[in-house]
């Protein structure tokens, strides 16, 4: 899809000198550029992945982990 967006003239070189280096077109750049940013921002994706990743594993207990954590925290300023 094409389309048309304004940018800061600073934003745009900083983009058109970081697609010369890693041999992109400018259009590749802006569709990887939009992706991140689209991906870091769905927060409901992460906590469902991390959610999917915590029931895969189960509720194991690594004694060794438990253990650091707890040293950690009382070391912790809250």
């Given amino acids: ?3 048309a967006v ?3 003239d600073e934003v745009f070189e900083r983009a058109e000198q970081l697609a010369r280096h890693t041999k992109k077109s400018r259009s590749q ?4 550029a939009l ?3 689209v991906a870091r921002h769905a927060s409901e ?3 469902d992945a991390m959610d999917r990743v ?3 594993l ?3 207990k690594d ?3 438990s253990s650091a954590a707890h040293r950690i925290l009382k070391r912790s300023e809250w």
């Fill in 1 to 3: 899809m094409k389309t």
């Fill in 6 to 8: 304004s940018i800061p």
């Fill in 29 to 32: 750049l802006f569709s990887d």
């Fill in 35 to 37: 992706k991140e940013y």
């Fill in 45 to 47: 994706d992460v906590t």
């Fill in 54 to 56: 915590c029931r895969e």
């Fill in 58 to 60: 189960g509720n194991r």
């Fill in 63 to 65: 004694e060794f982990v």
